[in-house]
């Protein structure tokens, strides 16, 4: 029998707890479970539903404009190449009718306007001097004088016109709304110094596109708004009559609305906004501009059956606005149509 040492047990017992461990090493291992996202399905989107319900429809012509003088008028010398000699009024004077506002220098023509005017009463009183001493024989004389007197009082009324032609005088009372005549500038015939209106008769002058004022006749309806006031009713008074060589801003320009009141404390110049009421229509189906689909020359809708299915009707449109579309044909109150 074989005595083991105490050196020996340690040795062995060494061993067995290394094959130990290194056994429990090699063991499998549980697998680790993967762990799958969950993946939400997208949501359709879904097209909004209009019911065809109804209602009235207007059709409308918009613009921009402002207040205008119904009376409003440029001015402006009539002669040619000549400097400004004085200046009385300036921008936003009152004035009356026939006052002066500027004038022309104009050199020695009132002093030859004086001595034609002396001229001819002279000659008045030769012509009717010899009228008196009248007979048969100096019959010659007398038309020499009368014709004389004719040629002078015509020299006379050029002469009062070209000194006229010098001073720039107020066409009505009213009130200058723009005046750019300076003193020592030369000016040329018809070009535009200033401007005059009667400020108490204001009118609502508007600019539309030629394609809407086609559609336009005067006695239409009409809103004018206006920031310090809100909307004010009126109709259409007048559409635009442009003429060549017109100035931009003139009144001649705009479309003028004839508002049922027109209220206090506005201003020449404050500016509005108008719709113009083209078409309108009581009591028709409606949907909405969104709903109508067109194909070609075919306009139709998509309408929602029972149980959520939905078929394509062709449909017959009449007034269309901005934001809906009258069914003539095709619809009944109560359907409803999906949207694109």
């Known amino acids: 029998m074989v005595l083991f040492s105490r050196h020996n047990i340690k040795l062995l017992l060494t061993v067995i707890l290394l094959v130990t461990v290194t056994g429990c090493g ?70 009356t009718r026939g006052q002066l506002l500027a004038e022309l220098d104009s050199g020695d023509l009132e002093a030859q306007l004086r001595r034609k005017e002396i001229d001819v009463a002279k000659a008045e009183l030769d012509m009717k001097d010899t009228l008196r001493q009248a007979d048969e024989e100096n019959e010659v004389i007398v038309q020499k004088e009368m014709l004389n007197f004719e040629l002078l009082q015509d020299e006379l009324i050029r002469l009062q016109e070209s000194v006229a032609a010098t001073r720039l005088t107020a066409p009505y009372d009213g009130t200058i709304v723009s005046f750019s005549a300076k003193e020592g500038v030369s000016i ?12 108490s008769q204001l009118t609502v002058a508007a600019t539309l596109s030629q394609s809407d004022l086609n559609n336009i006749v005067p006695g239409m309806e009409a809103v004018v708004s206006i920031n310090t006031v809100g909307e004010l009713k009126g109709t259409v008074d007048r559409l635009p009559n442009v003429t060549e060589g017109s100035n931009n801003d003139s009144i001649d320009n705009y479309l003028l609305v004839e508002l049922d009141a027109m209220p206090e404390g506005l201003s020449r110049g404050t500016p509005l906004t108008v719709s113009i009421i083209i078409e309108r229509k009581e009591n028709v189906l409606l949907i909405p501009v969104a709903a109508l689909r067109s194909q070609n ?13 939905k078929g394509e009707v062709d449909v017959e449109v009449g007034i269309v606005s901005t934001t809906e579309v009258e069914i003539v044909k095709g619809l009944t109150e109560g359907q409803k149509v999906a949207g694109k």
């Open 188 to 199: 040329k015939a018809y070009s535009k110094v200033g401007a005059i209106a009667d400020l």
């Open 26 to 95: 090699l063991l499998p291992q549980e697998e680790e479970k993967e762990i799958v996202p969950i993946i939400n399905k997208p949501r359709i989107a879904q097209k909004p539903e209009y019911p065809v319900k109804k209602g009235s429809i207007e059709v409308k012509a918009n613009g921009s404009g402002k207040l205008l003088s119904q009376q409003e008028e440029d001015l402006f010398f009539t002669s040619d190449n000549q400097r400004i000699k004085e200046v009385y009024v300036k921008s936003g004077d009152a004035v």
């Open 297 to 309: 020359s075919r306009n139709y809708v998509i309408v929602a059956e029972d149980y959520g299915v």
